[in-house]
């Protein structure tokens, strides 16, 4: 899953983006409010992290013009522990959570994951398809006999990727702009590397191919 954090205190971001990429999520980041806007506009993220007291154009207002286009990524607000009216604009806006600072990092990481999961209409603590349960926490993925293989970063992530979106055709193209931040060489056949690898782990018919289309993940029944 890929997210954007937007906060220009820049130690803050330096500890949130390793945490938050620690835990399989790749992640961009936006120091003021300007890029930030743009930023959330063109790029297909799956969840953004917003301080609200952004320079060059305040937190709100970024919020506020997302929602009136139509722009209905999921937004986890900052605020300061004590502005509790921020909150509530923050709602009244279009925010799906907040978070005061300051705050401990799993917290956050425990909010992002609850958010994605709630986005796709997903329940409980890990995340669940089919026969298969992906371990967010340990980045591990237990199969229907119990048998448990531990997960590459990009590995977990691709993973997650499908089983958020099973039965649903995904291009490389998509894939890749949920799997790797803005640096990532989009032209790049990685894709096809870690799909291989995850049938390898999974079994060649979890993930089918679609010739010129893309890749599916399969959920079996029963």
């Keep these: ?82 502005a509790w009216h921020e909150r509530v604009d923050g709602f009244k806006a279009g925010a799906d959570d907040y978070l005061c600072k300051p705050f401990h990092v799993e917290e956050l990481v425990a909010r992002v994951q609850a958010l994605i999961r709630r986005s796709h209409n997903k329940t409980g603590e890990s995340l669940q398809s089919s026969d298969l349960t992906l371990d967010e926490e340990r980045q591990q993925v237990k199969l229907p006999d119990g048998k448990t293989f531990d997960l590459t970063g990009t590995e977990f992530r691709l993973l997650r990727c499908f089983m958020l979106h099973p039965g649903q055709i995904l291009s490389k193209t998509r ?46 029944s029963g």
């Design 1 to 82: 899953m890929r997210l954007l954090l937007v906060e220009d205190d820049a130690e803050l971001t330096r500890r949130l983006s390793a945490a938050l990429a620690h835990q399989g999520f790749a992640v961009d980041h936006a120091d003021n409010g300007v890029d930030a806007e743009f930023m959330g506009d063109m790029e297909p993220y799956d969840v953004i992290i917003l301080d609200l007291g952004l320079p060059q154009r305040p937190g709100l207002e970024v919020l506020k013009n997302w929602r009136q286009r139509e722009n209905r990524v999921p937004v986890i607000i900052l605020t300061a522990r004590d």
């Design 175 to 220: 894939l890749t702009e949920h799997v790797y931040d803005q640096d990532f060489d989009r032209d790049s056949n990685l894709i096809e590397v870690y799909v291989r690898r995850l049938r390898d782990k999974l079994g060649k018919e979890r993930i089918a191919t679609r010739r010129g289309q893309g890749y599916i993940f399969i959920e079996k």
